[in-house]
């Protein structure tokens, strides 16, 4: 009897927990509300199938307690039960499959209008680039790093020359314009990551890798780094401002652009 | 990864096949009665042996081939931007060191059949053909290895060249470890070990030899071709 | 109950195993300390993986501190946590749980099972235990050395590992990677000991099908270590060159602090396959022993044949497999080539089918049978709970859009705890309980072992459920501190002290297990031979604790499955398995 209740306690305290407490997403602050709902269809699914075998469980335990003359049935198996449950669980499986591969779909198809930017880890900071007026990043290089060119751009590259630099410091987007985020790091693995949008991927060092997400509410919002990256990985935090359009180009006219930061760029320039 | 994509496949199917011929839908439940389908004996029975080289062999396979796909893995990455890797000079003295080995394969097969005919001066002079070729083959390898150095091929040079160092590295450990397991077997037969441990014994290195022989072929195939 | 084949099978030729040339003992160093004997050495993997896991308890102890009580503690500096995470990680996932699983129960239990008087190769088993023990002492003294234990985390991910950034830089992460192949080395003497000692030692009449799902268990998961754990090997060789000899196997060009690297060329996401290639099958090495365990738990405690004892073999066997397709899970947001996900995603939630029909089979197993809540069988049910609980996490995880906010949070923590640590060791626990008997002569204490039990369950539970919800709010793992996060409400805190209250309750209540098996070492009331009334061989030994040789003067026949428990028209409610078919009197 008592662990029958406490079973069943175990049971719907998790559901009563999942229910009342005030821990939950944080609200969301990008295009990506698909990936909270495949997380609810995935909260019903397994929620469902956990309270029911816990109960069950809980059910045969006080049923079937052993008492003096009980004896157990002989069942050595049942196809048809066991092929039924089989197929229920790969449809709840398909049901919970079919929107996450649906979704990531979405994740990796890159809308074609999106602009680009570059987030550069280093231990323990981020930097950023944006495309200039000639709108293209420019190539780069953890081995053309050097303190006149803190984010290794390619110094023969001209599409380079007028790329805007953000060494450690904000990030500014527009809001509701999708963009790509090419990801780059010059040392180990990091991972941008922002919770209000969801979406996440790793800095690997020795190749770019990206991800894209359409920024819908205004506000600063903190980038922490997701993938740890030695001891100062808590500490690796950045901002990235969302505001509107008109906002988002007036901060961009103050920027610097590498041509303007640093001789290597006025040497692209020239050539 | 498909070198070991293609091991784990073969293994895999090597597995299904086994299982198939282990009545796995039969129902042991109403199989009430004595034994039907024998297992094999203990320790000194000769399958338990065999049984457990395959099964080393599958373990170091599976070493080698994801050695093998780090090795076409790692020779396709490189940083954005850089130069591209350069194939390995080969050194000619490889093509010898292969014809070795084959050959040390090949006189340990011929005292395989030897001992399996009984013909125990054959068997002694395949163990000892092989055993030299087998050194031969290790001394050719080093030479390699001082060939490389000399035209400025290091361990550390670049990627081609670290993977070299390492598979040729780890390859030569084994044979190595085979030639260990070899002068056992002739101490063993020095102490006057029985025809049958000989058959075995001898047969088990064969078996090793033949698989160190695939591996090296396999990855000097893929030396000449990149 | 038709017996339809059964005078077929009388007239099968019947000849096999031969009594084996067993190794005997001269000395007392011999029988107790350079022992050859499969259940010496099961007790010493026991011991030291016991040893090993307190250890790493008390690491998570000190972690828990940190993250409740933020700066309190003086000597728990950022380095020190990321070495007490990194250390209790890979303690616990290889040195504690695959020792014990394999080296401590698959020691004990095969030969046992399968009617054998010991492993095929006892040398190469001895050799396997010595290796491993020096394996956990080179493990252990990276706590000694300049530098202290590696930082890098469990999964040692390059260039970090190997970096000056991260703790345990100079000798840590270099012992570390020696000791982990060691480990393997040692393990693959003992697995293939396990695996040719299942196939090839058996007693007569023991088929496949009439193996107890322990045994397949063990068997699958030991095939499966042995060809996961060379990934590792690779690994660890190729990044102890990069460390020490300068290659560039997995460091492309770096700029550390301003300064460029000597490295170039190589890819970091080379190891993350490699150490994944491993890792993901080890999940399951760990799973597959406890889940033929727990089956045999429940059906003994129950009274009942395992329900679908052939689709138990085959999910197994098919789990096994498919765990070798499923690595990239781990790497969903890894930059690999986003494709990938499609494959990985697929694979990993199919794996979900065979595993629901198992837990199915375990209630269902219950269900009409004849329930014993004996401290084994609290143990097994406490099991399902969590292990059905964090296997439907994984889901979540698996699902790769779904991994993509949750990766990298306090989700993945709480998930893998509970699935692989929490559920994993309760079977443990049961299976010491379930065990200790056969072991030591005696009964553990009951009233001591209920206890614990209700400790460990509820609070481990009380532990890692709550957790999940940090990480569904966002928090990252591997945090040293939080510091000041916008998006986590001050509540957070509160949960944290919840959590860090009810580890450091469960730790203590670790202790009550300790003293019970000592303290039943000498004051147990005597078991006898088969005190839970069992089918399975081990509980027919004619002594108990079993003799060196383990069957006396001859070795058992076998004469039916494992599992005939509540036979109709049987006197007793069980039939061991190499008690010869009565005369016909059941035509049921």
């Keep these: ?37 495949t997380i609810i269809v995935t909260f019903w699914i397994t929620g469902i199938a956990f309270t029911a075998v816990v109960l069950f469980m809980a059910y045969c335990i006080l049923r079937f307690r052993h008492q003096d003359g009980r004896r157990a049935a002989y069942e050595p198996e049942s196809k048809r039960l066991e092929w ?27 809308p074609s209008g999106a602009s680009e930017f570059e987030a550069v880890g280093q231990q323990w900071q981020w930097s950023f680039r944006l495309p200039g007026p000639g709108g293209r990043l420019g190539t780069s290089d953890a081995r053309f790093i050097s303190a006149e060119n803190p984010l290794g751009l390619n110094p023969g590259d001209p599409n380079g020359r007028d790329n805007v630099l953000i060494v450690a410091d904000d990030l500014h987007l527009p809001v509701g314009r999708p963009v790509k985020a090419l990801l780059r790091s010059v040392d180990v693995v990091h991972n941008f990551y922002v919770p209000e949008f969801r979406a996440k991927m790793d800095l690997m060092p ?64 020239a050539r | 990864m498909s070198i070991a994509a293609a091991f784990f496949a073969v293994l895999a199917a090597t597995v299904a096949w086994w299982l198939s011929r282990q009545r796995l839908m039969s129902k042991p439940w109403l199989e009430e009665g004595p034994p039907v389908d024998l297992p094999g004996a203990g320790a000194s029975s000769p399958s338990a042996a065999r049984l457990g080289l395959w099964m080393f062999l599958a373990v170091v396979g599976s070493l080698f081939s994801l050695l093998l796909s780090a090795y076409s893995m790692g020779l396709g990455t490189h940083g954005m931007g850089g130069a591209a890797v350069q194939p390995l000079p080969v050194p000619k003295i490889l093509w010898f060191n292969t014809g070795v080995l084959a050959l040390s394969s090949a006189a340990l097969e011929w005292a395989r059949l030897s001992a399996r005919r009984g013909a125990l001066d054959g068997m002694r002079l395949g163990l000892l053909a092989a055993a030299v070729s087998a050194f031969a083959f290790l001394q050719g390898q080093l030479l390699a290895w001082q060939q490389l150095r000399a035209v400025g091929y290091f361990l550390a040079t670049d990627q081609a060249s670290a993977f ?30 029985g025809l049958e441990q000989m058959r075995l014994s001898v047969g088990l290195c064969a078996t090793y030899w033949h698989f160190l022989l695939v591996v090296w072929l396999l990855f000097f195939s893929m030396l000449l071709l990149s | 109950m038709a017996d339809a084949s059964v005078g077929g099978m009388d007239a099968a030729p019947i000849g096999g195993a031969h009594d084996a040339e067993l190794y005997h003992p001269r000395s007392w160093v011999t029988k107790y300390v350079f022992s050859q004997d499969a259940k010496v050495i099961a007790i010493q993997y026991s011991v030291t993986a016991l040893t090993i896991g307190l250890v790493a308890l008390v690491l998570s102890w000190l972690m828990r501190l940190q993250l409740a009580f933020p700066g309190c503690f003086d000597f728990i500096t950022a380095e020190s946590y990321y070495q007490y995470i990194t250390m209790h990680g890979m303690s616990m996932v290889v040195y504690v749980l695959t020792a014990l699983f394999l080296g401590g129960f698959g020691n004990y239990l095969i030969p046992l099972m399968v009617g054998a008087r010991d492993m095929v190769f006892p040398y190469a088993n001895m050799l396997s235990y010595w290796i491993y023990l020096l394996a956990v002492i080179v493990l252990a003294a990276t706590f000694f050395v300049p530098g202290g234990p590696t930082g890098a985390g469990w999964t040692l991910y390059p260039p970090q590992a190997i970096m000056s950034g ?63 754990f060379p990934a590792l090997f690779v690994g660890a060789v190729m990044m102890l060159f990069d460390r020490l000899l300068g290659t560039s196997f997995f460091m492309p060009a770096i700029v550390e602090a301003g300064t460029h690297l000597r490295h170039g060329g190589g890819s970091p996401i080379l190891w993350q396959h490699l150490f994944w290639f491993f890792g993901h099958p080890e999940v399951y090495i760990v799973a597959l022993p406890a889940f033929g365990i727990v089956s045999d738990l429940i059906s003994t405690h129950a009274r009942k044949n395992i329900f679908g004892y052939r689709m138990m073999v085959w999910a197994i066997v098919v789990i096994g497999a498919l765990s070798f397709a499923v690595w990239g899970h781990h790497m969903y947001v890894s930059g690999m080539n986003p494709t990938f996900g499609f494959f990985f995603a697929t694979t990993t939630l199919i794996i979900a089918v065979p595993t629901a029909i198992k837990v199915y089979n375990w209630v269902l197993t219950l269900w009409r049978g004849d329930i014993h809540l004996t401290v084994p069988m609290l143990f097994a049910l406490g099991f399902i709970v969590t292990f059905v609980n964090g296997g439907l996490t994984g889901l979540f995880l698996g699902n790769v859009v779904v991994d993509v906010p949750l990766s990298g949070t306090m989700f993945v923590v709480a998930h893998f705890h509970m699935v692989m640590g929490v559920a994993p060791i309760l079977v443990v626990f049961g299976g010491i309980y379930h065990w200790y008997p056969k ?14 039990f209700w400790v460990t369950f509820l609070g481990a539970y009380a532990i890692f ?17 939080l510091g000041e996060m916008a998006f986590v409400p001050p509540s957070a805190a509160t949960l944290n002290v919840f959590i860090t209250v009810a580890a450091l309750v469960v730790g ?64 007793q409610d069980f039939l061991p398995q190499n008690q010869p078919p009565a005369a016909r009197t059941v035509p049921a």
């Design chain 1, 1 to 37: 009897m008592p662990v029958a209740l406490v079973l069943v306690a175990v049971a719907l305290g998790s559901v009563l927990f999942h229910v009342l407490s005030p821990w939950w997403f944080t609200p969301i602050a990008s295009n990506w509300q698909y990936i909270d709902g």
């Design chain 1, 84 to 110: 039924w449950l089989g197929a229920i669980t790969a449809v709840g499986v398909a049901a919970m499959l079919a929107p996450g591969l649906a979704v990531w779909g979405q994740f990796v198809t890159v």
């Design chain 3, 508 to 571: 203590v209540a670790q202790l009550v297990f300790v003293f019970n098996l000592v303290w039943s070492l000498f004051r147990g009331t005597p078991a006898g031979g088969n005190p839970w009334r069992a089918t399975t061989l081990e509980w027919q030994t004619p002594q108990t604790p079993p003799a060196h040789g383990n069957w006396g003067g001859s070795l058992p026949v076998v004469y039916r499955w494992a599992y005939d428990y509540s036979v109709p028209g049987a006197d």
């Design chain 3, 465 to 481: 459920f709550p957790m999940h919800y940090l990480g569904l709010m966002g928090v990252p793992r591997r945090y040293y501190e």
């Design chain 3, 439 to 452: 072991v030591t002569g005696r009964m553990t204490n009951d009233v001591l072992g209920k206890l614990h």
């Design chain 3, 166 to 228: 991260t703790p345990g830089r100079d000798w840590g992460i270099v012992l570390m990677l020696v000791s982990l192949m060691l480990f393997i080395a040692g393990f693959t003497m003992g697995g293939l000991n396990y695996v040719v000692t299942v196939l090839q030692g058996r007693a007569r009449g023991m088929t496949l099908m009439r193996l107890p799902l322990t045994v397949w268990g063990i068997l699958t998961a030991t095939v499966m270590a042995l060809l996961a």
């Design chain 1, 206 to 269: 020795g190749l770019v890798s990206y991800f894209w997400f359409t920024p819908t509410r205004i506000g600063t919002f903190e980038i922490l780094c997701a993938g740890f990256c030695g001891v100062g990985h808590p500490q690796m935090r950045g901002n990235i401002v969302i505001e509107p359009e008109a906002d988002y180009r007036a901060w961009l006219q103050k920027q610097q652009s590498f041509a303007q930061s640093s001789p290597q760029g006025q040497a692209s320039n």
């Design chain 2, 164 to 193: 070299f160092y390492l598979v040729t590295g780890v390859h030569g450990l084994h044979v190595l470890g085979g030639l260990t397991a070899m002068a056992g077997a002739v101490a063993r037969m020095r102490r006057g070990a």
